[in-house]
């Protein structure tokens, strides 16, 4: 690898505080960052992990990274603190596979059309993993994996323990940049191990005392699969914020919501309370999952009503 300040480029697998592991032609370069980076609006930029750089050696297995190249694409969510502000979870991904599981911790669909609204909102493949099936009954789960489907969203079952799902998983990820994501104990490191058992990631286990999952992933990483591709294992999170979503953004990531929209009473219809709302008619007749339109309003009550607020 050459070491005379020529720039070359990789692609950054894993950020901790200070330093940057980035894969460069198979091999991982530690980086660091001097001085400020931006991209194409000249604000500074943090790097992410599953950005593209480039970077200069400065020793065997050293360098700086000099410059963040363009994102294709990114996954974020809010931070709530003082100020309403955009944490970026990964960039340049091409889906993200949504790990629910069926029991400890138990399948919640809200948090899982969070995060299919997050994926519509930035033209990203979204795939449904019901886990760790081995604990349950499938007639208890198989709604979710009918209705989802009728959508569009790639549902299936899964379980690293029996191996149910592995080898449709394995061709999922092949040659893509998939981001593993949902609640913590879910299973997504298990998975992971499960697909690439040469994989070193930290198994999570579940505290039987909560149900709750325990933050072993505690950063985005990349791991390169041996058949093509990257899978990024996330932390569990508990709660999802929607980032740049407002109260009358929402209607347009529902992808069922869309046939309907020129046959209400109303233009700007909300499909909540309007009278003649024909969404709210495919809801009472069943053609619309009335699960996922609970879901429906319960984001949009939590959700900004504009920008400025």
Known sequence: ?????????????????????????????????????????????????????????????????????????????????????????????????????????????????????????????????????????????????????????????????????????????????????GHSGVGKSSLINAVEPEVDTEIQEVSSKTNKGLHTTSFVQLLRLSFGGFAGDTPGIRELGLWDIFKTDLKSYYVEFHQYTNDCQFVDCKHINEPGCAVKRAVESGTIFNERYRNYLNIYSSLKSAHYE
């Open 1 to 181: 690898m050459t070491k005379d300040n020529q720039l070359i480029t990789g692609k950054v697998l894993r950020v901790t505080r200070k330093t940057y592991d980035v894969s460069v032609g198979g091999e991982v370069v530690r980086c660091v960052v001097r001085g400020t980076l931006t991209l194409e609006d000249n604000e500074y930029c943090s790097v992410r992990a599953g950005d593209n750089v480039r970077i200069v050696m400065v020793s065997d297995g050293e360098g700086v990274i000099q410059e963040i190249l363009p994102r294709r694409s990114r996954l974020s969510r809010v931070i709530e603190s003082r100020e309403y502000k955009e944490h970026i979870i990964a960039t340049n991904i091409d889906q993200i596979m949504i790990i629910t599981s069926t029991h400890k911790p138990a399948f919640k669909s809200g948090l899982l059309d969070r995060y299919l609204i997050i994926a519509e909102k930035n033209h990203l493949n979204a795939l449904i993993c019901i886990n760790k099936i081995d604990l349950a009954n499938k007639k208890d789960f198989q709604i979710y994996v009918e209705e989802y489907g009728k959508l569009g969203y790639g549902a299936f079952y899964s379980s690293a323990l029996t191996g149910e799902g592995v080898d449709g998983i394995r061709d999922m990820l092949t040659n893509k940049v998939t981001l593993f994501v």
